[in-house]
């Protein structure tokens, strides 16, 4: 693997509360992903970054953010979580963006919503 | 977005057995990913296939790029119980600048003993 860590890998929260997950990669890669896991939904894209304070939209953007200060680390933020948040988030790395990069993944944080 | 049909969507089979499973779409891809995802992890990439027609293999697991390049297959030959898990394809191609790949929506393999 990429050497990509998730954090947390667990959490529960409450509506309207902000929630913030983290992914570590130590293998300089430079593009990174965030995508949710849902049941019949397969793996949805929410947001990726394309350099150090470069990032753009995925398909299902709306309801969070995302930061990239450093290569390493991809913050993603859910500013007021909602329940339709609640899912399995991952967090992928590759280290170019091209038709022959596939990209590595996280273990996921499972995050709960009430 | 694009979508991909992956199909079936769910497989009960017996130890031994062969395996196929695949993916449609209305797209063209550059490129046609097969990944496998255990319980409580993120997906493992298992096949990369790069051209129109490849056929590339990786011990049990084969996979092919169509010629279309709309479809993908995987087998599985002499299922073992650690093939348990979901498998998911993904197409990638190029779209307003960045290759971001399109996923299926899995397939979820039971091996019985």
């Known amino acids: 693997d990429a050497g990509i860590t998730q954090s947390p890998r667990h959490k529960v929260t409450e509506t309207g509360t902000p929630v913030t997950l983290r992914c570590h990669q130590t293998?300089?890669?430079?593009?990174m992903y965030w995508y949710r896991q849902d049941p019949g939904h397969g793996l949805r894209l929410i947001h990726y970054?394309?350099?150090?304070?470069?990032?753009d939209k995925g398909e299902v953007s709306d309801g969070y953010s995302v930061s990239r200060s450093k290569t390493e680390d991809f913050l993603l933020t859910l500013e007021s979580a909602t329940s339709s948040q609640t899912s399995v988030y991952f967090c992928?790395?590759?280290?170019?963006?091209?038709?022959?990069?596939?990209?590595?993944f996280g273990d996921g944080t499972r995050l709960s919503i009430l | 977005g694009q979508q991909l049909n992956q199909s079936p969507q769910s497989m009960f089979i017996q130890e031994g057995e062969d395996v196929s499973m695949n993916c449609t779409s209305s797209?063209?891809?550059?490129?046609w990913l097969w990944y496998k995802q255990d319980p409580g992890e993120g997906p493992v990439l298992l096949i990369a296939?790069?051209?129109?027609?490849e056929l590339t293999s990786n011990g049990r697991l084969t996979a092919q790029f169509g010629i279309t390049r709309k479809d993908s297959f995987l087998n599985i030959s002499a299922s073992i119980p650690s093939d348990v898990g979901i498998y998911f394809c993904?197409?990638?191609?190029?779209?307003?600048?960045?290759?971001?790949?399109?996923f299926g929506r899995g397939t979820s393999l039971i091996v019985h003993p």
């Open positions: 992928a790395t590759a280290p170019q963006q091209g038709a022959t990069q596939p990209q590595h």
């Open positions: 293998e300089n890669h430079r593009y």
């Open positions: 970054s394309y350099g150090v304070k470069d990032t």
């Open positions: 797209s063209i891809f550059n490129t």
């Open positions: 296939l790069y051209k129109a027609g």
């Open positions: 993904a197409g990638q191609a190029l779209s307003g600048g960045s290759y971001i790949p399109t």
